[in-house]
């Protein structure tokens, strides 16, 4: 990338002390192929452009890592280890492993999910191009589709999805929009 957006998010970022005590703790965690995601990082840059106070309509801090067991008491056992390990955080912590998601989402959503074979396989299935972010613990950023939506605070459907979940997507866009007034939702004939 190394466009001026990313310069700023990395600086947002650095300058957050919530976001940077989780990937401080990300780095003495051994989950395999760790990434912190989505809404802490880009809601984050929001707040920063908004003026709005630190942490303001963070629900939650999402990890993806990737572990080729699948089983459920694999994930549950890593859930657990998250927990106590970071335990200090302000929000709650979601850890989930991805190679997991496509055996439990179709029951969820009622669509289908494709197997990944990376975390940031995952990211790229977020639903709009904004959530589509995830930093490691080596400071390592993954935006597939840039961060230009992110800055300007655009919401759109990722293009990635064969139609996306329509009332899930509506469902986070107005929450958004209702958290950080200056987002706006593009319709989706003009994405």
Known sequence: MGSVHETEFRRIIANDPDVTAMLAAMRT????????????????????IEGRPRGHGILDYDLF?????????????????AAQHFAFARREVQLRNQARVHLWYPAKFGIPYPQLHTCCDGIKQFLMPACMVGVNASLELFAPLGLDDIFDRVIRP??????????????????????????????????
């Open 65 to 81: 890592y990737f572990d080729p067991d699948t089983s459920e008491e694999a994930e549950d056992r890593w859930i657990k280890r």
């Open 29 to 48: 965690f051994d989950a395999p192929d760790l990434w912190l995601v989505s809404g802490v990082l880009f809601q984050t840059v929001w707040n920063v």
């Open 158 to 191: 990722n293009p990635l999805w064969q139609g996306p979940p329509r009332v899930r997507y509506l469902e986070k866009a107005a929450r958004y929009m209702r958290d950080w007034p200056s987002v706006r939702l593009i319709p989706e004939d003009c994405a």
